[in-house]
């Protein structure tokens, strides 16, 4: 009787080193997919923002790039396995709690269980391409057949403007989290050397702070679509990073942008090393 006693809680832990070594990989794997990503959406930009701009800088345009490429099928089954491993470590987080103090609280588990839904739809149309299916079209397409639909049911202008209010509010606290060096929380900063965590600081800070402009602007153009009535007006992320060429500023916006994801394709590489998971 002893003997069994002393025994389960051994076999208890080992479960759960067991689903904590298989979570960490997921997490790793699919901060890493995320980083590809937005490096290659980064690049497209830049090369819209130079006059040299043949794909869309979105995600069915950064996958179409990599297709063209040697082994470039099997990086794309890579990169859907990945974005599955990121919906499955934001599934457990929701399920189980995340790292730190509050990772137990109920705003924390709704925030994973929504990144779960998102990151689970885009590893299916990831998965989708890599099959041959095309991935659902670009993300114009996608953003202004969805805000169409949505304007047909009933109390749908308000919807999309409640949506677009809360995607642009979304982009402004990413924006300010990268800004206050949230991350920090997140990661092994222990293990960096004082160069690797400047440079940690300088990706997190630029790249969040352009992805947070990208999304802040994308949820402008959905109240812009819905307080107009036109469906066509809300814009995708191509069409949302074109739109920065047409400031006062010119493409050097778009520059500034661009450099911006390319910068947090590199921050998710960082993550994926020395984020806690």
Not at 34 to 63: P, S
Not at 211 to 236: H, I, M, S, T, W
Request: aromatic fraction near 8%; proline fraction near 3%.
């Amino acid at each position: 009787m002893t003997t069994s006693s002393t025994a389960q809680p051994g076999r208890i832990q080992a479960r759960r080193a067991a689903r904590g070594s298989v979570t960490e990989g997921a997490a790793r794997a699919g901060l890493t997919a995320r980083g590809v990503i937005y490096l290659l959406v980064g690049v497209l930009a830049l090369q819209i923002a130079f006059g040299d701009g043949k794909r869309q800088a979105d995600r069915g345009g950064a996958l179409a790039a990599l297709s063209d490429k040697p082994f470039g099928s099997v990086v794309l089954w890579a990169l859907g396995v990945g974005l599955v491993g990121m919906a499955l470590w934001r599934l457990s987080e929701a399920v189980f709690g995340s790292v730190g103090p509050d990772g137990r609280k109920a705003r924390k588990r709704l925030l994973s269980a929504l990144r779960c839904v998102f990151y689970a739809f885009v590893a299916y149309s990831v998965l989708s391409f890599a099959v041959g299916s095309g991935g659902g079209g670009s993300s114009d397409e996608q953003s202004r057949d969805v805000t169409a639909r949505a304007m047909e049911v009933p109390a749908g202008q308000w919807l999309v403007g409640v949506a677009g209010v809360g995607v642009a509010v979304a982009g402004v606290w990413i924006a300010a989290q990268a800004v206050r060096r949230h991350f920090h929380k997140e990661m092994k900063l222990a293990e960096m050397g004082p160069r690797v965590r400047k440079l940690v600081d300088v990706t997190g800070v630029g790249g969040g702070l352009a992805r947070g402009v990208v999304f802040a602007a994308a949820g402008a153009f959905a109240v812009r679509a819905a307080v107009d009535y036109e469906p066509k007006k809300a814009k995708g992320l191509d069409d949302t990073l074109r739109s920065f060429a047409d400031t006062p500023l010119g493409p050097w916006l778009l520059v500034l942008v661009a450099a911006g994801l390319v910068l947090f394709g590199a921050f998710s590489f960082a993550m994926a090393r020395w984020r806690r998971v």
